[in-house]
Each structure stands twice: as C-alpha cells, then as structure tokens.
C-alpha cells in the first residue's frame, strides 16, 4: 500500500477541521493509501501558490524524507497552480480530496452507467488542470494568434482538451440514454400508483442495511437481491429499487441511493445526477443519520445541504437515527418523523415503518364503490391499487368498500357511492 502524508490548513472561524481531517484519514484509507504522517497549519487563508507557507512547506520535505513517501494528499481541492507549484517544489505526486473521493468513486463503481458518471466527473476535474499537471505550454511560435504559429506545447494542450471534451460528450450522450429509460421506468412506476420512499444520507450511515432489513421483514419470499452492505465509505454508487408490501397498504418502491460526503465535489454530484433524479422524484425521502457518530449533526446538515444543491426541497422526509445499539442512552422522546433504529437488534423497525406509510399513504380516503360488471378494468386496477376492505356481487355491479389513493378516486370518483 502506498505511504502518504495527509495535509490540511486551519482556517479561521472553521469548528469542524479535526472531524474534516479525520475524514481525509479514512478517505484515504478508502482509498487503499497508508497514512504515514498528518501535517495541518492555522493560516488566515490558504497559500495561493503552495496551499501551505514555506515554512511548512520546508518541514514537509523532511517529513517525505523520513517517511519515505511519494505522495501527498491535501484536505482540499486544489487550484491548477497549486498543483503545479508543489509538484515542482517537492517532487511527488500530489492528491487534493476531490481526487482522492473520484479515485474512490471509481473504484467501487460497478455498472457501465456508474463507470461513466465517474469518468465524466473525472474528466472535468482535469479538464482545467491540464496545464498544472507536467502538460508543457513553451511557446516556440511568434506573435501570430494563428494556429500554424502557436508553440507546440500550446498546440498539444489543445488536443488533449479537445480530446477531452468529444469524450465527455460521448459520455453524456450515452448516459441520456440510460436516464430516458430510467426516466420511462419511473413513468411507468407513476401510471401504476406505484409510491417511492427513497434513503439518503452520509455515506456509511447504513442505507443499504436498512433497506435490506425491510425486505427481509416485508418482503421474504421476494428473489430480489440484498444489495452490498459493507462498513466501507462509499459501498453503494448504483441506484437500487426494491419493493416493499406492508400490511395494510399496496406495495411501495424503496430507493437505495448514493451516500454523500462533506466537500462533494461538484462534477460527481452533476454528473450523478441522473441517478440523484430518484431522489427528487421520490414520495418521501428516509434520511438515514449515523447516531454513533460524532459527527452526525454535521453530517446531517451536510446531507441537507447537498440536497438542496441537488434541487430537493420542501419534500416530507423521516429522520432515522441509525446505529442506536452503539449509541449509550436512547432518549424516548423524539420529535415527530423522528426515530430510533438499530438494523442489528431490530429496535425501532416497525416505527420506521409505520413512518413511512404515513407519509406515503396520507392521502388515501376510505370510500364505498359500485362498479358496473362491464367495467372489470377498473376493478382490476383497484385490486393492484387500492387495499379492499369489502368485495360483494350485487344486481347492479361489484360492490367494494376499499381504501384508494387520490389519483384513483379522480380517475374513477365516478363510480363512489359514498
């Protein structure tokens, strides 16, 4: 495993630097990078030339040289001469968090889709730091804006931008595809009533072992596949959909979506945002917090705030305190669509549920129907829709007393009869 020393810069008015850096560690470690030695300096603002003082970047070189290590990795995103300037100054290669999270998303990433959301936001991160990165802009041309006079060192960053750039839009050509099928998949969930509940949240959180153990409690016999759960950051890229068949209500799709991060880079979260669409098109969103963590306001309040970035807003959404068997004194009293889970013990499990088809369900009415025979379809459509309470056959049609939702009783109010 490659030794690398951790970098990070103090700003003023920043309270959560010691959490971020603990972060950068397992981020790293994520990564597959050892972790030799954590190097951080207060400054006022960062080195616009070198990140960190020349002070520190002295006492740097002789951290490499006695921790025989190659690379840095830098607490935050580098600017392409930063880039530059410490690659020439120190000789190694240098990692900023955004590519260090984009070498992480690549690894896990497992379908063709997931492949080319990274490699997207890869390419974008690049694209303006081609100069920054060894690429030589000498000039050997004259004064002539012409390109037949450009330097060849100009003319060959050109190539590879423009190179870069037909593979983006390869890329995203072939990720519209993939989001107009998701997209018609979603349009056809909708024509069927079909309501989504979808979990966000920090990564490691446990989304997929909540969405796991509901499955296994209100799905067993399903032949749908446990997506990965893993105590790893960022085990799950795909979108995954299961359905879940409470009690008493139709059946509801759950959404498993990617975790989030503090300092998300921006070209992951545009470039999976065709996947994130889940997220905005959902009924209900289930926020999965880790409760042990120390960090869990943060990372709660920077899930939020990623959504918001995303475009989510104003949507119903249900807390859940994951994790609570690690978590000392449980309190009892939570605020509403607030609660305590624990996948492991099963504490809290039918409150989630009972959540989340509150939400889902709010607005189905309890209604009596008399449906002529001629019209099976509609009965049809009750039966995959609705929960019926009371089927007869009587002389004029189907009499049911069921529970419906409000896009079907506008569709057939017709046939209420109190």
Do not use: C
């Amino acid at each position: 495993m490659t030794n690398v020393i951790l970098v990070g810069v103090e700003l003023p008015r920043v309270n959560d630097f010691a959490e971020s850096m603990v972060e950068l560690e397992g981020l790293a470690e994520a990564a597959g990078l050892t972790v030799g030695h954590v190097l951080t300096q207060k400054r006022e603002r960062v080195h616009a030339g070198t990140y960190i003082g020349k002070g520190k970047l002295a006492e740097l070189e002789g951290y490499l040289a006695a921790a025989q290590s190659e690379t840095l990795v830098f607490n935050d995103e580098l600017t392409p001469s930063q880039i530059k300037n410490l690659e020439a100054a120190l000789e190694v290669e240098i990692i900023d968090r955004t590519m260090l999270i984009l070498a992480i998303f690549a690894d896990r990433a497992q379908t063709r889709e997931a492949k080319l959301q990274v490699e997207v936001a890869r390419l974008q991160y690049l694209m303006p730091r081609l100069a920054g990165m060894g690429i030589s802009m000498s000039r050997q041309g004259g004064g002539s804006s012409g390109l037949a006079n450009r330097g060849a060192g100009e003319t060959k960053l050109e190539l590879d931008r423009r190179t870069i750039s037909d593979k983006i839009n390869q890329y995203q050509r072939e990720l519209k595809i993939v989001a107009n099928e998701r997209d018609n998949q979603r349009r056809s969930r909708q024509k069927k009533g079909l309501r989504v509940a979808a979990l966000v949240g920090y990564t490691n959180a446990g989304k997929s072992s909540i969405l796991n153990t509901l499955v296994s409690a209100y799905h067993p016999q399903t032949d749908e596949k446990h997506v990965l759960e893993k105590d790893m950051l960022f085990a799950t890229l795909e979108t995954s959909v299961r359905r879940i068949h409470p009690k008493y209500h139709q059946p509801f799709l759950l959404t498993d979506t990617v975790g989030f991060v503090d300092k998300l880079p921006t070209q992951l979260v545009k470039a999976f945002r065709s996947t994130l669409e889940e997220v905005i098109q959902a009924d209900v969103l289930i926020h999965v917090i880790d409760a042990a963590s120390p960090d869990a306001d943060k990372r709660q309040r920077v899930t939020e705030e990623t959504l918001k970035a995303i475009g989510v807003e104003d949507k119903p959404m249900i807390h859940v305190w994951n994790k609570a068997d690690l978590v000392p004194e449980v309190s009892q009293i939570m605020p509403p669509n607030h609660v305590w889970v624990s996948t492991r013990t099963g504490l809290g499990l039918p409150a989630l549920m009972a959540a989340i088809e509150a939400e889902l369900f709010a607005d189905e009415e309890e209604h009596s129907w008399l449906i002529p025979y001629d019209r099976g379809d509609v009965v049809a459509q009750m039966n995959e829709e609705a929960r019926i309470i009371k089927l007869e056959y009587v002389e004029d049609g189907t009499q049911i007393t069921a529970i419906t939702p409000q896009h079907f009783i506008r569709t057939h109010g017709e046939f209420i009869t109190e």
